[in-house]
C-alpha cells in the first residue's frame, strides 16, 4: 500500500509540475475526439440502430435534465465524454450510427464522434455464450465499434496526410469498457473466482484495438477505468445482505468495489506496458473510481443527499426494482436529480458526471490536464459552478 500511495504521489508531482510548465509555454488542445465504450459513454447509437425499441433509457425521464426528452442517453441528462468535449472546446458529440443514418449533419474536424453502444463488452459475443451467460439484445462489441471507426475513417480522409494529421491532433478515448464483461456474469450469481478469471481476456480485449490505434497513427489515447459500481444501487439490491461486514463505513458493497479495484489495476498495469512499447505515443488512465469514490464517501460536500438510493425507481432501500426499472410506466424520477448520485440504479446523474469530469480535467485523477490547456476555468471541488 505504502509503495502504491508513492506511486500515485510521485505520479500527481509529475501532473503539477507539467502544468506549471504550461503555464509559461502553453499547449494546444485537441482538434476531435473518437470514443469507445458502453452506456456510460454511449450519445445515442443504439438508438440510431433501431436494433431495439425496448431499451428504457430511450423514453421518459431519462433526459430530462439538459435535453428535456430523452436523447438516447443512460442518464438524465449529459456524460462524461459530454463535459470533457465541453471542457476541451468542442462542443458536439455525434453518435456515428446517427450520421450514417442521415439523421445527423455530417462531422467536421473539431467535433467528436462516439462509437460506443450501450450494453456493449470488451469481449465478443460468442465467449458469454460459451460461458452460458446472456448479455443483453445487443452484440455492438468493442471490436465491432473499431470496425466502424475503420469505415468512417477510410471515408473521411481525402489523402494520407490528412488522415495522419487527423489521428495525430486528436483524442482518443478507449472507454469505460470491460465493466459489462464482469456486470453479465456477476447477475448471474458467478463466483468472483470464475469472473476474476475472465480479466487477462478483458484486458487483451481493450489493449488490442488501442495497439490497432496507434498503429493507424493515434498519438494520445485516454483508458477510462470503471466507477465503484459496489455502491450502485442495482448492486446493492441484487446482493442485499443482513452481514453488516459486507459493507463499508458509506453502504457500499465492499467486494463488489474491490473487485472493481482488481480490474482497474489490471487495466492501469496494461496501460504502463503499452507505454513501455510506445513512448511516443501519450496513452494515460482516467481514474473514474477515485474521481467518484470521494462523492459517496462525502455526500453533502458536493451538493448531494446522502443517500445511495436512485433517483429514478421504483421502490425497495435502494429504490431500484429489476422488474420495474427507470423509463418503465409508473416508474417516477425525483423531483431534482442534482441533488442524487446514481440515476437509475446502475448509471449516474448528469450532475455526478459533470463532477468526474471536473477531476479529470482538472483533478490529480488524470494526465489530461497535463497534456491540454483547458478552455474552462474547471475545479473539482466548485460544486457544479461550470455551465
Not at 480479466?199 to 493515434?218: C, D, F, M, N
Amino acid at each position: 500500500m505504502a509503495a502504491f500511495e508513492e506511486r500515485s504521489w510521485c505520479a500527481l508531482m509529475v501532473i503539477l509540475m507539467t502544468v506549471v510548465a504550461e503555464a509559461v509555454t502553453g499547449s494546444a488542445c485537441y482538434s476531435s475526439i473518437f470514443s469507445f465504450g458502453d452506456s456510460i459513454t454511449d450519445t445515442g447509437n443504439l438508438y440510431f440502430s433501431h436494433q431495439t425499441t425496448d431499451q428504457h433509457c430511450f423514453f421518459p425521464p431519462y433526459g430530462k435534465t439538459h435535453f428535456h426528452h430523452p436523447s438516447g442517453r443512460c442518464s438524465d441528462g449529459r456524460l462524461i465524454i459530454d463535459f470533457i468535449a465541453e471542457y476541451l472546446g468542442i462542443q458536439s458529440v455525434k453518435p456515428y450510427i446517427g450520421m450514417k443514418n442521415g439523421k445527423l449533419e455530417d462531422w467536421s474536424v473539431g467535433q467528436a464522434v462516439n462509437f460506443a453502444v450501450i450494453g456493449a463488452t470488451a469481449l465478443d459475443a460468442t465467449f458469454f455464450q460459451d460461458i452460458g451467460v446472456q448479455t443483453g439484445a445487443t452484440n455492438y462489441t468493442l471490436s465491432v465499434q473499431f470496425n466502424w471507426f475503420n469505415q468512417f475513417l477510410s471515408s473521411l480522409c481525402t489523402s494520407s496526410t490528412s488522415c495522419e494529421q487527423i489521428l495525430r491532433d486528436s483524442l482518443f478515448v478507449v472507454g469505460e469498457i470491460g465493466g459489462n464483461d464482469f456486470n453479465f456474469p456477476f447477475f448471474a450469481k458467478r463466483s468472483i473466482a470464475e469472473v476474476k478469471s475472465y480479466v487477462p481476456q478483458i484486458i487483451h480485449a481493450i489493449s488490442s484495438p488501442i495497439t490497432e490505434l496507434i498503429g493507424l497513427g493515434a498519438r494520445t489515447v485516454m483508458v477510462p477505468g470503471v466507477w465503484p459500481i459496489g455502491c450502485s444501487a442495482m448492486y446493492l439490491t441484487l446482493y442485499e445482505t443482513q452481514d453488516e461486514s459486507q459493507y463499508d463505513s458509506t453502504g457500499c458493497l465492499k467486494w463488489v468495489n474491490d473487485f472493481t479495484q482488481y480490474f482497474n489495476q489490471k487495466l492501469q498495469d496494461e496501460i504502463q506496458r503499452l507505454r513501455g512499447l510506445y513512448p511516443h505515443v501519450n496513452i494515460f488512465y482516467a481514474d473514474y473510481y477515485n474521481a467518484a469514490l470521494p462523492l459517496f464517501s462525502d455526500p453533502t460536500k458536493f451538493g448531494f443527499k446522502k443517500t445511495l438510493k436512485a433517483c429514478c425507481g421504483n421502490g425497495g432501500p435502494y429504490n431500484y426494482n429489476s422488474s420495474a426499472t427507470c423509463g418503465e410506466p409508473g416508474v417516477l424520477a425525483c423531483d431534482d436529480p442534482s441533488q442524487y448520485i446514481v440515476w437509475d440504479g446502475i448509471h449516474l446523474t448528469e450532475a455526478t458526471h459533470k463532477l468526474i469530469a471536473q477531476a479529470l480535467v482538472k483533478g490529480p485523477y488524470s494526465a489530461l490536464s497535463s497534456l491540454c490547456s483547458m478552455n474552462a476555468n474547471v475545479g473539482y471541488h466548485d460544486n457544479l459552478s461550470i455551465s
